[in-house]
C-alpha cells in the first residue's frame, strides 16, 4: 500500500494558493508534486492536494493508498462524518469520491502538522513563501 501526505497552503483566505504532495511506497519517494492554484481558498487547496495526488497515484498504477492530512475537516468530509456545506467545495468533494472509488482500498487520516511537514513545504513553495 503506497502512503500519500497532502497539503494545500494559502495566503490570506481566499489568497494565493498552492498545494503540496508526497507519495511513498516501502519507505521511498515515488513521487513529490507542487502546483500553484492562484486565488482560491484553504478548504479548495486542501481538496486540489487530494485529488493531484490521487491521479498521481493512479497513474503509478496503484489501486491501495493511505492518505494522511492535517486538514481535519477534509478528512471527516471524506470520511462521511462532515457535511460538506461550502458551494465551492461540493464539486471537488464529488470529484475526489469519484476518484477514491477506483481504488481497491483507500484510507485517509488525519495527522497532526508536525508530520506533515514536507507536504507544507511543498505547498508553501508552490505558492511563493519557500525560496
Known sequence: MIEIYVDGACSGNPGKTGVGYLIYKDGKTLKKGSVALGVQTNNFAEYMALIFSLV????LGETNCKVYSDSQLLCEQIK?????KNNNIVSLFILAKTIISKFNRFEIEHVRREKNQEADKLAKKAVGFLE
Open 56 to 59: 498521481d497515484a493512479m497513474s
Open 80 to 84: 462521511g462524518n462532515y457535511k460538506v
